[in-house]
């Protein structure tokens, strides 16, 4: 089986840190948006994480759209494991290359959620090449409802944000719609066309504000008012939306992002890194790349973070997501875990408060055990308080 032998021998050159020799695999869209240093630093942080190897699981392979395979390999180390996931052609070139959690029980809803009391269809956001699938949820409870759109983090996540067995976006879709709440959840752009990402002026706007927009209009159909929640980079993004659609109603913004990204990033692999290696070095370079007045369109994806084109760096300089949320005339729900390293209460909320601080329609909150995810310590769900108090502070009367 070739696509078998492909993956092992990824994993294998990963362990002897022999990061070039897998960018060579690489088929050219993957290698026009990964570098070897982006594999470094992914493959470092997670044997910080997980320790040193101790065994390789055998490969599982699948069918994939495009006439690709997607190849499963398990990988456990001294202190926990990892699932190395890769899409392979036919010639043994890769498509394809994700670091994930190791796979685990299937997600089962949350206590708070109660399914007799809304019912979901499938919906299509968008039109033409570029159409996205999503989910709208509708109370059973009749009357005038209010709606939220959900915009997951910054990567190429589906409309349940899933991350491992986890679903974020799932739990509070299912959560809020319990309560009343109409949502509309949809995978990203970047997840159901990879390869938009590494298009010539591919921006966070692409990635976000049409489909958003389009959910907004959708949900205006079934409620009075539509609000938008995002998380992390959707948190980021959620004012931009709310900017280039006037009748949003109000945001509510989870462990959005706020401190320069590129920095952010660094502390971030810093945190997970026992040592400061070869890893965050490269990721240092592509920052002050990505900061320095040399970017320009021409720049190479694979020399900056991420693997992200520099129009998406150079879009994200001009954008201050504080100052277009103060400039908005629309109340705020800001919502921070108190245990997350990703987007903290010193570096990120503290810029939201001194932005804001001048407004009474902005309320701000922080949940000392959760994590980035809103989840507690060894909990796989969104925290029950904080779907509580988003779905309070939804259905409020002015």
Do not use: N
């Not at 990505?290 to 129009?311: C, Q």
């Amino acid at each position: 089986m070739r696509e078998g032998t492909v993956a092992l021998t990824v994993v294998d050159l990963a362990r002897q840190g022999r990061f070039a020799e897998i960018e060579a695999l690489f088929a050219p869209p993957l290698r026009a948006v990964v570098s070897a240093d982006t594999v470094r630093l992914g493959w470092e942080s997670e044997s910080a994480r997980i320790g040193a190897v101790t065994t390789v699981g055998d490969p599982v392979p699948e069918p994939a759209a495009g006439g690709l395979v997607r190849v499963v390999v398990a990988v456990t180390g001294e202190r926990g494991g990892l699932t190395v996931a890769m899409s392979v052609d036919e010639t043994g070139r890769l498509h394809g290359l994700r670091l994930a959690p190791p796979a685990g029980p299937a997600w089962a809803p949350p206590r708070y959620a109660k399914p007799r009391r809304f019912t979901e269809q499938e919906v299509t956001l968008g039109e033409g090449a570029h159409a996205v699938p999503g989910t709208l949820t509708l109370p059973r409870r009749r009357g005038s409802r209010t709606g939220v759109v959900l915009l997951a983090g910054g990567g190429p996540f589906d409309r349940d944000g899933t991350a491992g067995p986890a679903k974020p976006l799932k739990d509070l879709a299912w959560g809020l719609a319990g309560r009343g709440v109409a949502v509309v959840r949809f995978d990203k752009l970047t997840q159901v066309y990879a390869r938009t990402a590494s298009e010539p002026g591919f921006t966070m706007v692409d990635e976000y504000v049409p489909h958003a927009v389009a959910a907004i209009r959708l949900l205006q159909e079934h409620c009075a008012s539509v609000f938008v929640l995002g998380h992390s980079a959707g948190g980021r993004v959620a004012p931009r939306v709310a900017a280039a659609e006037p009748s949003v109603a109000g945001l509510v913004i989870l462990a959005g992002d706020a401190a320069p990204l590129g920095q952010a990033a660094i502390r971030v692999a810093r945190h997970l890194a026992t040592e400061h290696g070869d890893g965050v070095a490269a990721l240092t370079r592509q920052v002050a790349l990505a900061d320095s007045p040399d970017l320009s369109p021409s720049t190479a994806a694979a020399e900056l973070p991420f693997g992200w084109p520099a129009s998406y760096w150079l879009d994200l300089r001009g954008y201050d997501q504080v100052g277009t949320a103060a400039a908005l005339d629309k109340p705020m729900l800001i919502l921070q875990g108190g245990r997350d390293y990703q987007v903290t209460v010193e570096d990120d909320l503290a810029r939201w408060q001194a932005g804001l601080a001048h407004r009474p329609d902005v309320t701000f909150r922080v949940y000392d055990a959760d994590d980035h995810f809103f989840f507690r310590e060894r909990e796989q769900h969104v925290d029950p308080a904080v779907v509580a108090d988003i779905a309070a502070w939804l259905t409020r009367k002015p």
